[in-house]
């Protein structure tokens, strides 16, 4: 999957979870300050993520996810570490 | 009351603990130790809330479903869903990855009544059925959750 592609599937799962539109989920945007999804809603995008990409992102690891940036290029090590 | 039916209304339990999640939610003070001190202090309830979260909303939605198998049915059978009211963001989480169809009616009573902790789903039931919500013959999957982390599932059709 390209970047972009990870991107867009991202987008749909924050969509589902939080109910942004999928549209305003771009690389810079921060989850918190920018999309307005919070610790809780966080930990099912991550879940949802988890399966759709068929990666693992621990717990602790996800504080540091703090864009949308972070979280695609986490995915895209833990696709190529996998 | 329940006594003897031809008719089976309440299925098998699903339950169980996982004991390698005891700190989750629990007692940071020992009782023992609390009494033992010469100024003793009330002891505080800890909880790691997101780990609780993704224990409570996901892995409780598998074993949703295993109530649901054991009792031979599937959420489209469902006419109530009645879960521990914890919070309501874990019902919504629950029921999106359930795949909860919408024609299936949610306990949603955490929000006037708070957690009710152990009482919570008879609470949750008899609340339903007062405003409507539930009647008799619906078929309603109950389950509860907590500290332990202990769990319990089962399908039941109303009385």
């Known amino acids: ?82 | 009351m329940i006594g003897p039916s031809e008719t089976p209304a309440i299925g098998p339990v699903v339950w169980g603990s996982d004991g390698e999640q005891y700190d989750l939610i629990r007692q940071r003070e020992d009782w023992r130790d609390v009494m033992a001190s010469d100024s003793p202090e009330m002891p505080h309830l800890v909880m790691q809330g997101n780990e609780v979260f993704r224990w409570a909303s996901f892995s409780m939605a598998k074993t949703a479903h295993q109530a649901l198998d054991r009792a031979g049915v599937s959420v489209e059978d469902l006419d109530c869903f009645i879960p521990h009211q914890a919070n309501n963001r874990i019902t919504d989480a629950m029921a999106r990855a359930m795949k909860l169809p919408s024609h299936v009616r949610i306990a949603r009573d955490v929000i006037d009544s708070g957690n009710t902790s152990a009482a919570s789903v008879p609470l949750a039931l008899e609340r339903m059925i007062r405003d409507g919500d539930a009647k008799s013959g619906d078929v309603a999957l109950l389950i509860a959750f907590g500290a332990g982390l202990a769990y319990a599932a089962q399908v039941v059709t109303l009385p």
């Open chain 1, 1 to 82: 999957m390209s970047t972009e592609e990870i991107r867009a599937a991202l987008a749909d799962i924050v969509n589902e979870v939080a109910g942004v539109d999928a549209d305003d989920v771009q690389l810079e945007k921060s989850f918190v300050d920018d999309l307005d999804v919070d610790s809780l809603s966080m930990v099912e995008v991550v879940v949802e993520a988890e399966e759709k990409f068929g990666v693992t992102i621990p717990d602790d690891q996800v504080k540091n996810l703090k864009t949308v940036g972070d979280a695609v290029s986490y995915i895209e090590r833990a696709r190529a570490a996998a």
